[in-house]
């Protein structure tokens, strides 16, 4: 933000209590990709956010914005902080398009062991792009610009 760049992270306290365990708080009015998935079997994140607008075309538009902004600083946080284990299920929505991350168990370049995994530059999936009206789109270029922009803001901050 003092960069003049509104990315739209969304702020949840949590406490460790193990190395294994901690708790966090409940972000009300919030589905995970992989639920929504399960409730909308064509075009899942469009047909949550046209639900949960009521169909009023102003707040879908604002819902895909703040979606816009905060999957573009999410992509180049989790990018930067190396963090893994990212799946459909760790991956929330908040009813009006505040997009996050959930479960920090790998961080730095640490992945779960066993899986195949390997670290991609940024970790977002189709569903995520098909809202946007896929790569070709004047959404995807804003997403892309976003990027783009966040990286340049932290660029030279040490």
């Not at 994140?45 to 816009?68: P, V």
């Not at 992509?75 to 929330?92: F, K």
């Not at 370049?109 to 896929?134: C, L, N």
Request: contains cysteine; charged residues 25%.
């Amino acid at each position: 933000k003092e960069k003049g760049l509104d990315l739209h992270f969304s702020y949840y306290p949590l406490i460790a209590c193990t190395n294994d365990d901690g708790l966090l708080q409940f972000i009300p009015k919030a589905m995970t990709i992989t639920d929504i998935k399960k409730e909308y079997s064509t075009k899942p994140i469009e047909n949550y956010f046209r639900k949960t607008s009521g169909q009023d075309k102003e707040k879908f538009a604002k819902q895909l914005d703040i979606y816009i902004h905060s999957v573009a600083g999410y992509s180049v946080a989790t990018y930067l902080l190396g963090i893994g284990d990212r799946h459909l299920e760790n991956l929330m929505i908040t009813e009006d398009g505040h997009f996050y991350h959930i479960d920090f168990g790998f961080l730095f370049g640490k992945e779960p062991p066993g899986k195949g995994y390997i670290a991609s530059k940024i970790r977002i999936h189709t569903s995520m792009i098909e809202v946007m009206g896929g790569v070709d789109s004047v959404h995807y270029k804003k997403f892309e610009t976003k990027t783009v922009e966040a990286f340049m803001a932290l660029r030279n901050e040490r």
